[in-house]
C-alpha cells in the first residue's frame, strides 16, 4: 500500500496555470501506473490524465487535451500535472492515484492507492 502525498493546488485566475506534484514519501513510483481524478462538488470523481508504468502511455479526457500534460521524473520520485489554460469548471479536488500493472488504466476502480487530495480554485 502506498501513501500518495498531492502538492500544487491553489488559487487561480482563468487562463492560468499550476503545476500539481504527487510523490509516495520514502518511495518510488517507476512503474506503477499513475492517474489523476478529479471531483468538483456535487459531482462524480472524473479522471482527467494518466500515465502508463512500464511504457510512456498516456490518456487524457477530452476537456482537457492540448492543455494538461503528465510527466514522471523518477529521480525525484514524483509525477507532475501541468495545468495550462485552467477554466473555472476545472474547480475540483485534484486526486492522485497508483497501481502497479502493467496496462494504461483509467477507471478509479482500478486504482488502490489514493492521496488526500489537493484543492485547485479557478476564478473567473
Known amino acids: 500500500q502506498l501513501h500518495l502525498v498531492e502538492s500544487g493546488g491553489g488559487l487561480v485566475q482563468s487562463g492560468g496555470s499550476l503545476r500539481l506534484s504527487c510523490v509516495a514519501p520514502?518511495?518510488?513510483?517507476?512503474?506503477?501506473?499513475v492517474g489523476w481524478f478529479r471531483q468538483a462538488p456535487g459531482k462524480e470523481r472524473e479522471g482527467v490524465a494518466f500515465?502508463?508504468?512500464?511504457?510512456?502511455?498516456?490518456y487524457f479526457t477530452d476537456s482537457v487535451k492540448d492543455r494538461f500534460t503528465i510527466s514522471r521524473d523518477n529521480a525525484k520520485k514524483t509525477v507532475y500535472l501541468q495545468m495550462n489554460n485552467l477554466r473555472p469548471e476545472g474547480t475540483a479536488v485534484y486526486y492522485c492515484?497508483?497501481?502497479?500493472?502493467?496496462?494504461?488504466?483509467?477507471?478509479?476502480?482500478?486504482?488502490?492507492?489514493w492521496g488526500q487530495g489537493t484543492q485547485v480554485t479557478v476564478s473567473p
Open positions: 500515465k502508463g508504468g512500464f511504457d510512456n502511455s498516456e
Open positions: 520514502g518511495k518510488s513510483l517507476r512503474h506503477y501506473v
Open positions: 492515484a497508483a497501481a502497479f500493472k502493467g496496462v494504461l488504466l483509467i477507471d478509479a476502480g482500478d486504482y488502490d492507492n
